[in-house]
């Protein structure tokens, strides 16, 4: 054997997701990305994504599980969690308790949230007060235009949604930074210390009303809100409003290969999971896909990844179809689908070039997450590996390997761990991202379509 072909036979290989890709592949794949951009536009907290998911899924013959409600092969259920969490099913062909194919994402995204009491008035300005949700590097949060998006439940208890700053005929809200100009002591602080949490102040106006007073600024933008949503000062304590980035998903590059968009993570791998469900017949094992909230704080609260919530509808699709949950559970397996760091050439000093996701190579199986020493992670098992190796093989998906980083660099988490705890087999993989967790994000276009073949690849295995 010639070294070149030893080198072949041995070595592995990884290559560029667009070598051999077809002309009806990159078709579809631009196809599912408009899509997945139209997705993004329309939904950015974990509420309008679930709101979306449920009503796609009411046209695509999905049903409310209810208790008690007996299942057959080929029925698709779904259960929404308290509108902030949506969990979905279509029932296989085997029982239950031969195990179910579960892809497990997140729909909330790093971002700012109003306080319990946000308004306030300082020298002609009036402000919202907020706490940042999740990890951000605060400076790169101000002089961005922003929206604010969310509910108000009012004093006589009904709900109302806000949606404001999207529209090209609404205003934005701000972020102040210091111009450079004065800037001589910031410049010398940490890009930790350089904007703080307490600054990340809202800007909502600076017209005030006719009168007395030094809160007629204040006042004048409750007056406006109080007539557009029907509400008072009281009402923002019970109140989820958020201030995320305004605008929508863009291609970028010359060639178009790129999305910038603000929430990929987690809604990149959300979106993979609910089209290659819809698109699912009846497969053999029952395929279950997860839409969780709460990921960026830690998977905690009725709607995260922790919650009985989940444990509550597995039971349901178990009693439904004369299984038992512990057995279903044991036979289970999970992907874990959420965004991992991409290589940034710009940063290189921060990876493992050998270890790293790369852009554009396809849907990225992380083994491992968590931080110093793998602590927080459920490391997979060698043979879980195979079985997500083997399906995606099988199905002719691009993968590559993937680790958060070098060695005691940093680190990060994701629902893996929770669902492992549970006896459920779990291995996580996704969508490589430059930029994690800024206002906007950068993913490739042949990442998200692979990730979402790879989703489809684990339902029908
Ligand atoms: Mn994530
Ligand atoms: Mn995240």
């Given at each position: 054997m010639t070294t070149e072909e030893l080198r072949k036979q041995l070595m592995l290989d990884a290559k560029?997701?667009?070598?051999?890709?077809?002309a009806q592949q990159r078709e579809e794949m631009e196809g599912y990305c408009k899509r997945y951009s139209a997705f993004m536009d329309a939904c950015k907290t974990e509420r309008e994504a679930t709101a979306w998911t449920m009503e796609v899924a009411e046209k695509n013959g999905f049903k409310a599980l209810l208790p008690g409600m007996k299942l057959q092969p080929g029925d698709k259920v779904y259960r929404n969690n308290r509108d902030k969490s949506i969990l979905l099913a279509v029932i296989g062909s085997e029982s239950l308790n031969e195990g179910v194919n579960i892809c497990a994402a997140h729909v909330d995204s790093p971002r700012m949230d109003l306080k319990p009491n946000p308004m306030y008035e300082d020298s002609g300005f009036a402000y919202f007060k907020t706490h940042y949700y999740?990890?951000?590097?605060?400076?790169?949060?101000?002089m961005t235009p922003m929206a604010i998006h969310g509910v108000v439940c009012r004093k006589d208890g009904t709900r109302v949604t806000v949606t404001l700053?999207?529209?090209?005929?609404e205003p934005v809200f701000m972020v102040s930074d210091l111009l450079i100009h004065l800037s001589a002591d910031q410049m010398k602080k940490t890009l930790a210390e350089?904007?703080?949490?307490?600054?990340l102040n809202v800007i909502l106006g600076t017209e005030p009303l006719e009168?007395?007073?030094?809160?007629l600024v204040k006042l004048n933008v409750l007056r406006m809100l109080n007539e557009k949503y029907?509400?008072?000062?009281?009402?923002f304590l019970s109140a989820e409003l958020t201030v995320v980035p305004a605008g929508k998903c863009r291609e970028v590059g010359l060639d178009r290969s790129l999305l910038c968009a603000y929430?990929?993570?987690?809604r990149v791998c959300a979106y993979a999971q609910i089209e290659s469900l819809l698109a699912?017949?009846?497969?053999?094992h029952t395929a279950v896909c997860i839409l969780a909230d709460k990921e960026e704080i830690g998977?905690?609260?009725?709607?995260?990844?922790?919650?009985y919530a989940f444990d509550t509808f597995m039971q349901d699709l178990c009693d439904g179809t004369g299984a038992q949950l512990n057995r279903c559970y044991e036979n289970s397996f999970c992907l874990s689908a959420d965004v991992t760091n991409a290589f940034d050439p710009n940063f290189?000093?921060?990876?493992d070039k050998r270890n790293n996701s790369q852009l554009n190579y396809g849907v990225a199986i992380c083994k491992y997450t968590g931080s110093?020493?793998?602590?927080?992670?459920?490391?997979?098992a060698a043979e879980a590996l195979s079985h997500v190796r083997q399906t995606l093989d099988k199905a002719g998906v691009k993968w590559q390997t993937a680790t958060m980083?070098?060695?005691?660099q940093g680190g990060g988490g994701t629902v893996a761990a929770y669902m492992a705890n549970r006896n459920i087999v779990t291995v996580d993989a996704g969508v490589p991202v430059i930029g994690?967790?800024?206002?906007l994000e950068i993913v490739a276009k042949l990442d998200c379509y692979m990730t979402m073949l790879a989703c489809k690849a684990i339902y029908e295995a």
């Open positions: 560029n997701g667009y070598v051999g890709l077809t999740g990890g951000i590097k605060k400076y790169q949060w101000t700053g999207e529209r090209d005929d350089g904007i703080v949490g307490e600054q009168g007395e007073g030094s809160d029907g509400i008072i000062e009281e009402d929430g990929h993570d987690d699912l017949g009846t497969p053999k998977s905690v609260g009725v709607t995260g990844m922790k919650s290189p000093e921060v990876s110093r020493g793998k602590s927080g992670a459920s490391d997979a980083g070098k060695v005691d994690m967790h800024a206002p």
